[in-house]
């Protein structure tokens, strides 16, 4: 009797103690995953290089303009840039178009009775370089940044006279060469980057040259490499 009452003891001792490891859970098991970190489209310390085409129109009337004297104009530019800061930078721009000039063409000699009238038409390059500077926001976890830039610096290859010469009983009209102006610009646009090197650019501004009635708009689109 004394032998069963220790064996059913010790099989009381032992067997709880074989399950005592195992734990139970009612329900599902629930873990936090840490979300991925945005990508990084912009960086600070950043050079820009990028290459555009450009659209020029005349702020008045073609004909009344002072400087480029042409309805419209198509061309392209390059331009550089240094991020000291993801969100401001400093650099250097130039652009040419090829610009259409219309003229009269007059020729009268009085004592030969040479009386001769002509429209002249003169395709001649337009361009400008400048110093920018442009603050950009790139929005977070987006490949998109809107930005404005401002720049001074000069232009040249337009401004030409056409004026009226008399000479004896000779009235003829004389051109004067072209003038190089100081120009200042200002604008706004936005960057798309396609990767975290290559960005696309669209953006408008307008460039006011010394002197009236000589303003225009330029409209420019093309890529910018980062680096």
Not at 96 to 119: K, M, P, Q, S
Request: proline content about 4%; hydrophobic content about 40%.
């Amino acid at each position: 009797m004394k032998k069963l009452l220790l064996a059913v003891l010790g099989a009381a001792v032992i067997v709880p103690g074989t399950f005592a490891g195992t734990e139970t859970y009612s329900g599902k098991e629930m873990k936090q995953v840490a979300p991925l970190p945005c990508p990084e489209w912009y960086r600070d310390r950043e050079f820009n290089a990028g290459i555009w085409g450009t659209y020029v129109f005349t702020g008045n009337d073609w004909e009344d303009d002072r400087y480029i004297e042409a309805d419209h104009a198509w061309g392209g530019g390059i331009d550089v840039k240094y991020f000291f800061h993801r969100f401001l930078g400093v650099g250097f721009e130039g652009w040419v178009v090829g610009a259409r000039r219309t003229h009269e063409d007059v020729f009268i000699d009085l004592t030969n009775d040479v009386f001769e009238f002509d429209t002249r038409h003169e395709r001649r390059a337009v361009g400008s370089a400048l110093a920018t500077l442009t603050f950009r926001y790139p929005i977070p976890c987006s490949r998109f940044a809107p930005y404005v830039f401002a720049g001074g610096g000069g232009i040249f290859g337009g401004g030409e006279r056409t004026r009226l010469v008399v000479s004896d009983s000779v009235i003829r009209t004389q051109d004067t060469d072209s003038e190089t102006e100081l120009v200042g610009q200002f604008g706004g646009g936005v960057e798309v980057r396609l990767t975290p090197h290559i960005g696309w650019i669209n953006d408008f501004s307008w460039n006011v040259i010394n002197g009236p009635e000589n303003n225009f708009g330029m409209v420019r689109s093309g890529l910018n490499f980062a680096f």
